[in-house]
């Protein structure tokens, strides 16, 4: 008996988005800006590309990235600057896309873990500013002090053009 060949079968590969979006903490931002009147009230539209965009503005976040390779030594890393691009639609509309980070080992992307205190004050303090509500330019604490050295070839925010450096 003559063993066959096997046939060759290609893996399907594994589409992973670049890119994450938060609408859970919608409710969250929202009792960020209780304190002053927003009107009309702002509203978190899901869709990236839905509707036209009328400002957006590039800032950073704080949070940790796990590396789900099991064949990977890095488990994982925290960051204090990952991107997010924060959106302004028209009628109170936004949106904000966070930007992942690719392992430093084996090149894939990490699984985010948001710090929610950093993303809920970056847009809250946005939508403020988009509002006319005047105030400081607060100081980011993670931004600031410390950290790794951002790699900007592992980070696509920087792919995408979204970091400020």
Same mark, same amino acid.
């Given at each position: 008996?003559?063993?066959?060949?096997?046939?060759?079968?290609?893996?399907?590969?594994?589409?992973?988005?670049?890119?994450?979006?938060?609408?859970?903490?919608?409710?969250?931002?929202?009792?960020?800006?209780?304190?002053?009147?927003? $009107?009309?009230?702002p509203w978190f539209n899901n869709n990236?590309?839905? =509707? *036209?965009?009328?400002? !957006?503005?590039?800032?950073? +976040?704080?949070?940790?990235?796990?590396?789900?390779?099991?064949?990977?030594?890095?488990?994982?890393?925290?960051?204090?600057?990952?991107?997010?691009?924060?959106?302004?639609?028209?009628?109170?509309?936004?949106?904000?896309? $966070?930007?992942?980070?690719?392992?430093?080992?084996?090149?894939?992307? =990490? *699984?985010?873990?948001? !710090?929610?205190?950093?993303? +809920?004050?970056?847009?809250?303090?946005?939508?403020?500013?988009?509002?006319?509500?005047?105030?400081?330019?607060?100081?980011?604490?993670?931004i600031i002090s410390g950290g790794p050295?951002?790699?900007?070839?592992?980070?696509?925010?920087?792919?995408?053009g979204r970091c400020q450096g």
């Open positions: 008996m003559v063993p066959t060949a096997k046939r060759y079968k290609p893996k399907a590969q594994r589409y992973e988005e670049t890119t994450a979006m938060f609408p859970s903490l919608h409710e969250d931002v929202m009792n960020a800006l209780a304190e002053c009147s927003i $009107v009309p009230e990236e590309t839905d =509707g *036209t965009v009328m400002e !957006d503005y590039s800032t950073f +976040v704080m949070g940790r990235f796990d590396c789900r390779n099991q064949k990977c030594p890095q488990r994982g890393w925290s960051s204090k600057k990952i991107a997010i691009c924060i959106r302004r639609f028209p009628n109170s509309g936004y949106n904000a896309t $966070v930007y992942k980070q690719r392992c430093k080992s084996c090149d894939r992307l =990490g *699984t985010l873990r948001l !710090d929610d205190n950093s993303y +809920v004050e970056r847009v809250a303090y946005r939508l403020k500013k988009w509002a006319g509500v005047p105030m400081e330019m607060p100081l980011y604490r993670g050295p951002h790699m900007f070839e592992l980070c696509e925010g920087c792919k995408a």
